[in-house]
């Protein structure tokens, strides 16, 4: 352990914990849970509870809120909406987010609700008897990770326990903000560029250039009569319309364990990896029951929308299998983890004929000849431009049962 003044009067345990060389590493709720266990088994200190709140950066998500009890550590992921809930309103963390106080401490009696928080009444009625909660005053969002401890222990905390775990908080705060800061960043590149792409960007693909050939079912899907709709409603529920459109198209596409790649105005690029160990056969089912499933959730949310006096949602949607480039491309500080080659062309123009051929969905024969359960309808040989050869396109007509 590390002896320095600035460390004396600390839980000389759970430091060790926090100054060890991998502490930076380890997963959020397993340095939570390690810190808690060497205070309570190593430097005495009687925790039955403790939690921390974690900034993230993620669409959905505003924070996490871990919880560690004898039965291990829980997550808790917060929205956005929940700094506006009852729960949030009426709990501790309110007043220290909002700078009002930096450490909340409350003795537990028994006896009836009506306590200063909400938490301390069901703390109350189990058996706690000391309450203490902090945030650092750091201008860093990523510092002001709230940190609450309580104890059933008779006559709570100790003077010096209450001491050490102040002591405590900045040492804590800031291996639980870096550590926060990588997950987000593993959190934002999966949002942004797809799970299997940020994987392979935060394992180290990231020069130009470096990329692999794979085996594919590539997916366009688009919104049709865009152009109409781009002139005919403002911007506000175009936006609305479109999020509605790529909803439908990113659920189903990630039930089915594909990835989609790119959002190109009013379309999305999909990819169903083949798995040698399955064969090109699994990721054209998948990627067919995805279509599948893609156009039932647009025909309910069309149906909600119109219920509204809102516009019609229409897609059309196209699967090929072929091997493509995966991988970056762009100039050397602004680079794309993409798919590109004939097949992903093809997969495009293929997409283009849906409406041609009056099917919300088509396969190219590559594909449809992995489906021979399937429902399709062959249309014959088309020319497609930019294709040197014609291609036996088959329509797949919407299932009865979604997904299917």
Known sequence: MVDAPLLHGLPGAAVEVLLAPGALVQSLPDLFSACVEALRTRDGVPIDRASCS????????????????????????????AVSSPLFTRSPMRPLYEGHITVIRER????????????????????????????????????????????????????????????????????????AQRTSARSLLATYLGADAASRVLDGHIRRGDVVDIEAAVCFCDLRNFTRLSQELNQTELLELLDDAFEAVVTAVEAEQGEVLKFIGDAVLAVFRVDPTQGPGDAVVRAYRAGQDTLHRARRTSDLRVAAGKSTLELGL???????????????????????????????????????LSHPMIMSDAAACHLRDAPLVYTGLHDLKGIPEPVGIWGAPLSVVPGV
């Open 54 to 81: 974690v900034p993230t950066l993620h669409p959905e998500t505003r924070s996490v809120q871990l919880v560690w009890t004898h039965l291990g550590v829980a997550a808790f992921p917060r929205t956005y909406a």
């Open 108 to 179: 537990i009696e028994p006896g009836p609700a009506g306590r200063a928080y909400e938490i301390l009444d069901e703390l109350a009625d189990d058996g706690f008897t000391d309450y203490l909660a902090t945030i650092t005053q750091a201008e860093n969002p990523w510092e002001r990770a709230p940190l609450t401890w309580a104890t059933r222990h008779p006559g709570g905390f100790t003077q010096d326990q209450v001491a050490g775990l102040l002591g405590l908080v900045p040492f804590l705060t800031l291996l639980l903000a870096v550590n």
């Open 318 to 356: 196209s699967v090929h299998l072929g091997r493509v480039a995966y991988g970056n491309i762009g100039g050397p500080r602004r680079l794309d983890f993409t798919v590109i080659g004939a097949a992903v062309n093809l997969a495009s123009r293929l997409e283009g004929m849906c409406r041609t």
